[in-house]
């Protein structure tokens, strides 16, 4: 009788201890997410203004490669001005912050929900294959210490179609095919107009706390870079 009544108590409990545990696991918060935070996010970041976009546009007029490096310190100063909140579904996400690493582009932000508010967190690798094409590739997506990429690109997905019908955006948008790369691993041609002219991005190196990428200004029409091979 008492081991019965034991493996009743057992069953009973074993839900909530999942449940305890997951919402440990969901909630628990990286020691290194310390985002920046503007008081006045309608006005632009200088580092972009002053230095970013000067330094794009003004080497892209040279028709020669040139190097940018983009700090950590500067990357965030731009995506903290970012319009928040941003709302997908029920969850508002919040305080975005960017960690640059050897290997990796890690983001992070805020997902407040009716239960509590997790950081998420994105891992992403870029790198350019050997036909010049750029894939932003998602190593993990997780909230807190819990795994949720594969239900995470699905949303995401669903999310991206929606976005394209109610759009009207072009499939060849930049900015649809890094949606796609990130997604789904679909590499694309990394070509981005500055201005009247169109550049190329032809190598990316990562560090700690900055990234370099060696830019191509292009003829009118975009083609891929032959003298200039990727590490």
Same mark, same amino acid.
């Given at each position: 009788m008492k081991n019965r009544k034991f493996k009743a108590y057992l069953w009973l409990a074993l839900p909530l201890v999942l449940v305890l545990l997951a919402f440990v696991l969901v909630t628990h918060r990286p020691k290194n997410y310390a985002p920046l935070r503007i008081a006045d996010q309608?006005?632009?970041?200088?580092y972009l203004s002053n230095y970013l976009m000067p330094t794009v546009y003004n080497n892209s007029q040279l028709?020669?490669?040139?190097?940018?490096?983009?700090?950590?310190?500067?990357?965030?100063?731009? !995506?903290?001005?970012?319009?928040?909140?941003?709302?997908?579904?029920? !969850?508002? %996400?919040?305080?975005?912050?960017?960690?640059?690493?050897?290997?990796? !582009?890690i983001?992070?932000?805020?997902?407040?929900?009716? %239960?509590?508010?997790? !950081?998420?967190?994105?891992?992403?690798?870029?790198?350019?294959?050997s036909f010049s094409q750029l894939n932003a590739h998602v190593d993990s997506v997780s909230l807190g210490t819990a795994g949720i990429t594969t239900l995470?690109?699905?949303?995401?997905?669903?999310?991206?179609?929606d976005w394209l019908a109610f759009t009207g955006t072009e499939p060849n948008n930049i900015v649809a095919q890094v949606c796609r790369s990130l997604l789904n691993d679909e590499p694309f041609d990394p070509v981005f107009k500055v201005g009247d002219k169109s550049l190329r991005i032809c190598k990316i190196k990562l560090e700690k706390k900055?990234?370099?990428?060696?830019?191509?200004?292009?003829?009118?029409?975009?083609?891929?870079?032959?003298?200039?091979?990727?590490?």
């Open positions: 309608s006005q632009i970041s200088v028709d020669d490669p040139f190097e940018v490096v983009i700090t950590e310190e500067g990357l965030n100063d731009i !995506i903290a001005r970012w319009r928040q909140p941003v709302k997908f579904n029920s !969850i508002t %996400f919040t305080d975005p912050q960017a960690i640059l690493t050897q290997s990796q !582009i983001l992070m932000a805020t997902a407040k929900t009716r %239960f509590a508010n997790p !950081i998420l967190t994105v891992r992403i690798t870029p790198a350019i294959n995470a690109k699905s949303m995401g997905n669903k999310a991206f179609t900055k990234i370099t990428a060696l830019l191509l200004p292009l003829p009118d029409a975009p083609r891929p870079a032959s003298k200039i091979k990727p590490d």
